[in-house]
């Protein structure tokens, strides 16, 4: 079996304890207008054309008939089937090729090069996306391998999925690190495009199996920003929550939505550092624990 990553990051010291290497999988059901990460919306591979990298020097073309060189570099990506060939041809860095096949032992071989880091550190493997349980089997395979091999194990979800995909990860994770955007369901819709029902049921569920989650709120003003207070209301009744992430909205992705010919849906205005510390501050008089 095999699952379809997009990256894998080493030395990520803010997807969960210590150091840890962060897997990255395609495909989320979701659509943030502030998303960072929108090469993982698709569960399709895709083309990134960088064209301030792109020195026209024709090698793409060369293996493949959907490039086309002359002033500029087009791309008919009505064509495109993202065999990778000529992110592969191109020696400059202009092609990069988001999501590739991956066996769970293929990945194993890559993160367990810093199992001494993980073992020192207290840090280990977070599995992120995209929405990772998207392809839930490979996950709890992938996860499985990981406990048996002495690794801690987190999950990065929005938690928009089937509550049974849950029951298949629980036995091998060792933290949920579990999004929260906002508690009305309107303005949830506003920001991703669906309701939150099943997310914050899901929620539930999970801290009903005893399992440990860190929860993470994207703070967006003009977005959710108006959900703090209710959120903090929200997750003071759960029992198994370690801690809370306020993330600070950033739109430092914008190239990104450029380089696949995706609408970039970023908002332009990002909080204050006054505007986080209040946000954490509500949060904290929940009687929660703030990450910072």
Same mark, same amino acid.
């Given at each position: 079996?095999? %699952? ?17 290497? #962060? ?50 570099? #087009? ?16 020696? *400059? ?34 599995? =992120? ?23 801690? #194990? ?40 669906? =309701? *939150? ?13 005893? =399992? ?11 977005? *959710? ?25 950033? *739109? ?6 450029? =380089? ?18 209040? %946000? ?13």
């Amino acid at each position: 079996m095999t %699952a379809n990553v997009f990256e894998i990051k080493k030395f990520a010291v803010h997807d969960g304890d210590g150091i840890r290497t #962060t897997v990255f999988l395609k495909g989320c059901p979701l659509k943030c207008v502030w998303c960072h990460n929108p090469e993982g919306i698709s569960s399709k591979p895709q083309l990134a054309v960088l064209q301030n990298k792109c020195i026209l020097c024709g090698r793409c073309e060369l293996v493949c008939k959907n490039h086309k060189i002359a002033d500029i570099h #087009t791309l008919d990506r009505n064509q495109c089937i993202g065999c990778g060939k000529c992110a592969e041809a191109c020696f *400059n860095g202009a092609l990069t090729l988001y999501g590739k096949e991956k066996t769970a032992e293929e990945l194993l071989k890559i993160v367990m090069e810093d199992k001494e880091f993980y073992d020192t550190s207290g840090g280990g493997v977070t599995l =992120s996306g995209g929405e990772c349980l998207m392809q839930p089997e490979f996950c709890r395979d992938f996860l499985k391998l990981l406990k048996h091999n002495g690794v801690n #194990t987190a999950v990065d979800t929005c938690g928009c999925v089937k509550q049974d995909v849950y029951d298949m990860v629980i036995p091998y994770t060792d933290v949920f690190l579990y999004d929260v955007k906002a508690i009305d369901e309107d303005v949830h819709i506003k920001c991703t495009g669906v =309701s *939150n029902r099943l997310i914050l049921d899901n929620l539930k569920y999970i801290d009903s199996r005893g =399992s440990k989650i860190e929860i993470r709120i994207p703070y967006v003003p003009d977005f *959710n920003d108006n959900q703090i207070e209710k959120i903090g209301s929200f997750l003071n009744e759960f029992k198994n929550i370690v801690g809370v992430r306020v993330l600070p909205y950033h *739109n430092y992705a914008g190239s990104k939505y450029e =380089s696949l010919s995706m609408e970039n849906t970023l908002p332009g205005k990002v909080p204050k550092t006054e505007e986080m510390e209040t %946000a954490e501050r509500i949060i904290e008089s929940f009687g929660l624990r703030v990450i910072r």
